[in-house]
């Protein structure tokens, strides 16, 4: 059983999976480029003012760019023979997980954000600060940094042939915890929040025809921002437990190739998430609009109908 574990073709991947990763991740790199950068832009150049929301998304674009400046490479791996040395690999390995990481947490305080200035307005104010939002930023830094250090000296060495992939059918024993610390309790926390300015939300809806039209496209966007992240990150996580319990209980040769066919598919949902995040967060913002074509925030004062 050992010997036929060793012999899995973990980094050999198969032409259908070559071809999937190009029509998948050049059009990823393109849009993933052009919307954060986009994005950026208009928040740090253009917005007049900036807000806790804004230090919390400008923060997410940042750590998206840096997941989309690893694509290319990526795909060399996926192509190509790996001859770019074992230390380049391991940095974008590295980049990679701390960011996405990053991606999630910052997508966890954006929710709470929320919640807070929505179901305790009159003490939001003292409660939250742009200061407070930027020192919560720099935390989830030096917290990922440190946990992607501590992922490359669990991790063993990279061969030159390979990146991007696991190499072994041995467990990654840090598996449980970036599951759950990094994946489980952020869905428990956006949930909540979510759930929780949804139904304020509603209560809020009266008569007046543009406050209806109002709180429903604010609801709307909070069920697009939780659909998102669960459609986007909860297949990887589901294949990374998958795999570790398979890895953990020496399962056969195929079952693993399976799993992990399996684990490129849901890397490419979460890998997703780049693109989507400018389409759930930054672009369903009106200020941005505004800011982007330069009126006013004003609004007319009724409205007949929903748009």
């Not at 991606?103 to 179901?119: M, N, P, Q, V």
């Not at 929780?196 to 697009?224: E, F």
């Not at 297949?235 to 890895?247: C, L, V």
Request: charge should be positive; glycine fraction near 2%; proline fraction near 3%.
């Amino acid at each position: 059983m050992e010997v036929e574990r060793s012999n899995c073709s973990f980094t050999t991947l198969r032409l259908s999976f070559q071809t999937f990763s190009l029509i998948t991740y050049i059009p990823l790199f393109f849009f993933g480029i052009l919307c954060n950068a986009l994005a950026l832009w208009i928040f740090c150049c253009k917005m007049p003012k900036w807000t806790e929301t804004t230090v919390f998304m400008v923060n997410l674009m940042v750590a998206d760019i840096l997941v989309v400046l690893t694509f290319p490479f990526r795909l060399y791996a996926f192509l190509h023979k790996w001859d770019l040395g074992s230390g380049l690999c391991k940095a974008l390995m590295s980049s990679y997980f701390v960011n996405m990481y990053m991606s999630i947490f910052t997508i966890t305080a954006i929710a709470f954000d929320r919640y807070l200035a929505i179901r305790h307005p009159l003490k939001y104010k003292s409660w939250m600060s742009v200061r407070k939002a930027s020192v919560t930023c720099c935390i989830f830094w030096i917290l990922f940094i440190t946990v992607g250090i501590l992922r490359n000296l669990e991790s063993r060495d990279y061969t030159l042939t390979t990146c991007f992939q696991k190499d072994s059918p041995e467990p990654f024993n840090l598996s449980p915890i970036f599951i759950v610390f990094g994946f489980v309790l952020p869905l428990l926390v956006i949930s909540f929040c979510s759930g929780n300015v949804i139904m304020t939300l509603s209560v809020k809806i009266t008569l007046d025809t543009y406050k209806q039209c109002s709180v429903n496209k604010a609801v709307k966007i909070v069920i697009a921002n939780l659909v998102s992240f669960i459609i986007c990150f909860l297949p990887i996580h589901m294949g990374y437990t998958i795999r570790f319990a398979a890895e953990s209980l020496k399962a056969s040769c195929y079952i693993l190739e399976k799993i992990n066919d399996f684990v490129h598919v849901a890397n490419f949902l979460a890998n997703a998430n780049c693109v989507l995040d400018s389409v759930v967060y930054y672009f369903a913002a009106s200020e941005f609009w505004h800011v982007l074509f330069k009126q006013k925030l004003t609004l007319p004062k009724y409205k007949s109908s929903c748009v």
